[in-house]
């Protein structure tokens, strides 16, 4: 499996948000890459054309604005596609990458997002008619208003915001969704830990992030040749964060 990761991503100054915590991406990483079987990728930023498909212009000059900013949301954006480029040619593949993006939709923007690295993503794969329909799990505490805003006019992509009380019944929602499922070229995870015990969610424990690793690998096997990605969403429990994104890529991996 891959990891999508670029050392710009450890900027910490382009936002005063949690998301942009310094020592958050090094939290991850400096597990990641002591792993075997990870191999690190540099992702190239994304071109105004891959913002296009997910955004207005008028949002896109809104970014703008803000210079350091801009450049650290379309490298982030060209995660996401590095990502969703080395799944559709079958190797699944995890982007580390900051800021995050599902809460940003088609012309506005909060919760830490700038641009939809999802929608982006998706979009840019579907317009060269690499992929039509797609299955994305975000496994986010909060739900991600900005997939669905910039998604939701594709019908043939089918969103799941999992909603249940606890673990159990969060996971078995997952597996009930993907069992009746198909149709599918790719399975997307947006993916936040935020959802973690001792994060804002206050629900998974680690082994949960083992377990949505795993159904969305046993899903993409049957339903797409294997091919998925994940892109990282929230998380802001640091101490743990970096054994909780082991986690979930050691049931994703193959
Ligand atoms: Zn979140």
């Known amino acids: 499996m891959k990891i999508i990761f670029h050392d710009d991503y450890k900027n910490s100054s382009y936002a005063s948000d949690t998301a942009a915590a310094e020592g958050r991406m090094e939290s991850i990483m400096d597990l990641l890459s002591k792993e075997r079987g990870y191999p690190i990728l540099k992702p190239v930023a994304a071109g105004i054309e891959d913002l296009l498909r997910a955004h207005t212009s008028e949002h896109i000059d809104r970014i703008r604005q803000d210079e350091n900013l801009f450049r650290m949301a379309l490298l982030s954006a060209g995660g996401a596609i590095s990502a969703v480029e080395i799944a559709f040619d079958g190797e699944p593949a995890f982007a580390c990458i900051r800021p995050p993006g599902h809460h940003a939709s088609r012309d506005s923007r909060w919760g830490f997002c700038y641009f939809n690295n999802m929608g982006v993503a998706l979009l840019k794969l579907r317009s060269k008619g690499r992929i039509k329909g797609a299955f994305v799990l975000d496994f986010d505490a909060h739900t991600g208003d900005g997939n669905i805003d910039v998604l939701s006019e594709y019908p043939e992509i089918k969103i799941l ?40 969610g206050k629900k998974l424990k680690r082994f949960d992030f083992y377990l949505i690793g795993r159904l969305l690998k046993k899903f993409s096997k049957r339903l797409c040749n294997g091919r998925r990605f994940a892109i990282l969403e929230g998380g802001y429990y640091l101490k743990d964060l970096g054994k909780n994104v082991l986690a979930f890529c050691q049931g994703f991996a193959d």
Do not use: C, M, Q, V
């Open 161 to 200: 915001n999992p909603f249940a009380d606890d673990r159990n019944a969060y996971i078995e929602k997952i597996e009930k969704t993907l069992n009746k499922i198909k149709g599918i070229d790719i399975i997307a995870a947006s993916a936040g830990f935020d959802s973690y015990e001792k994060d804002l």
